[in-house]
């Protein structure tokens, strides 16, 4: 006989003795697959419980499940409005005033002041002119209060 063949036939041999063994390790018992019902079945318990008729019985102690302990997560990063203020200033420096005006009408001076301190100096004034007096003048208090404000150093990380 060739090589192959030897080889062949013996690894269809060992298959074939090992899937023979596992059967009759299943119907005899001596293996438990959990979920399937093959040859004769013995009660867990039973089989762990049992003591010896020379030795006491010990209570065995019952299995109780601990609540594992989840980290909370992360706090979510705290929006920087100022980043959203200059990002907005950007986008203003390149629409006109007048349409501009329609867009900031129901602003409070505040939020308005707070894009205008961004933009470029040369825009700021034609919107100015472009708002009612009042909201104008409203509006520049809000900016020279914000100009004004001290500069803080960024916190140290």
Not at 52 to 71: C, G, I, L, M, R
Not at 90 to 116: C, D, G, H, R, Y
Not at 130 to 147: P, T
Request: hydrophobic letters at 45%; aromatic letters at 4%.
């Amino acid at each position: 006989m060739s090589k192959k063949k030897v080889i062949v036939i013996s690894v269809v041999a060992v298959l074939v003795v090992g899937v023979g063994l596992t059967a009759a390790g299943l119907f005899l018992g001596f293996i438990r697959i959990p979920g399937l019902k093959i040859g004769p079945q013995k009660p867990v318990a039973a089989t762990i419980n049992k003591a010896s008729p020379k030795t006491e019985s010990k209570p065995v102690a019952k299995f109780v499940p601990v609540a594992k302990k989840v980290d909370p997560p992360p706090p979510a990063p705290k929006p920087d409005p100022e980043k959203g203020y200059r990002k907005l200033a950007e986008t203003w420096n390149l629409i006109e005033p007048p349409k501009l005006k329609k867009v900031v009408q129901k602003w409070t001076p505040v939020e308005l002041a707070s894009v205008l301190v961004y933009m470029d100096d040369e825009k700021v004034g034609p919107i100015l002119a472009e708002l009612e007096d009042k909201q104008a003048s409203l509006v520049m208090k809000a900016i020279e209060e914000i100009a004004s404000r001290p500069v803080q150093a960024p916190p140290k990380a």
